[in-house]
Nanobody
């Protein structure tokens, strides 16, 4: 069974920083793209940043220059460094990963989600 476990959310003042982590576990053969999404009440989940297995990253315009996604393949972990936080960054943040793993004796590739971590930025 594959799991993504997130940590690092919390309450911070505007202009502050937080670092989110998401670690994958299970009988994992390989991890392809990893990413961070966020969701606020009544809105659809939106992509914040993504990173390939080779380290090529993409950030949405609203976070460019403030957030940085990175990954440690040996630790099967993806990070989101969030600096210069704004109240509009308040959301539940979810990590996502496309993972090839041994499931019921067969190699299968699926998308997995973390449980979500709350980030609250006060003004």
């Amino acid at each position: 069974q594959v799991q993504l476990v997130e940590s690092g959310g919390g309450l911070v003042q505007a202009g502050g920083s937080l670092r989110l982590s998401c670690a994958a576990s299970g009988t994992i053969f390989s991890i392809n793209d990893m990413g961070w999404y966020r969701q606020t009440p009544g809105k659809q989940r939106e992509l914040v940043a993504s990173i390939t297995s080779g380290g090529r990253s993409n950030h949405v315009d609203s976070v460019k220059g403030r957030f940085t996604i990175s990954r440690d393949n040996a630790k099967k972990t993806v990070y989101l460094q969030m600096d210069s936080l704004k109240p509009e960054d308040t959301a539940v943040y979810y990590c996502n990963a496309n993972i090839r793993a041994l499931i019921l004796g067969m190699l299968r590739t699926n998308d997995y989600w973390g449980q979500g971590t709350q980030v609250t930025v006060s003004s």
